[in-house]
């Protein structure tokens, strides 16, 4: 597909801004439960509990570099520019949700029950808001720009591969900082995300 700023951008606007708020509320509910996910939002999660002086949404950004710079060279620069302002408005809404939220669910007395039920609606908000970016032809940034260029060339379902990398996520997570209870809730939230996309990729016919 020929990607461009006039016809794939500015038409879909609205549709990112829907995905980064999914993607903003799913992250949110992670970081007050102890629980992570995939991807680079999970290893944001990661060096934010480890090293707390930056925010989720600035390390996001940081994180994307690399990244972005394959899609540079996978796609051209039309799609480097789309990619970089999806993940410019993930990192801000990210972080403006985090804020919004932050009072209301920092103060929830979480059991475990509750913690189970946080994690499949982490899974389903951020398997959403991804499924809202690939479906118009962007991304979200981050690895996902690496697992769909695979998912094309292997002529693999996108939400197979994203299961396998944040499979590993979730192991680093383990030796770090994650319980064996927060790596199982983890497990939870990474198999919701995925089977939620799996869902969008026939309700919406994403393209992958």
Known sequence: ??????????????????GAICMGV??????????????????????HALWGKLTIGTILLLLNT??????????????????LLCTILISVVADGVIWILKTVLSTVQY????IIVT??????????????????????????????????KLCTPLPYCVFAIDFLILVWGLTTILTWHSFLYSVLSILSM???????????????
């Open 26 to 47: 799913g992250i949110s509910l992670l970081k007050y439960t102890g629980v992570i996910t995939g991807g680079f939002p999970g290893i944001s999660l990661i060096i």
């Open 111 to 114: 059991t475990p029950f509750l």
């Open 1 to 18: 597909m020929r990607y461009s700023l006039r016809y794939t951008f500015v038409p879909n606007l609205p549709y990112y801004i829907l």
């Open 194 to 208: 995925s089977s939620t996309m799996y869902i969008c990729r026939g309700v919406m016919r994403t393209p992958i």
């Open 119 to 152: 994690s499949i609606m982490s899974g389903v908000f951020s398997g959403v808001g991804i499924s809202l970016f690939v479906n118009k032809y962007a991304n979200s940034g981050g690895l996902m720009i690496i697992l769909q260029w695979m998912a094309e």
């Open 66 to 83: 690399p990244t972005l710079i394959f899609a540079y060279y996978t796609k051209g620069w039309q799609y480097f520019v789309i990619v």
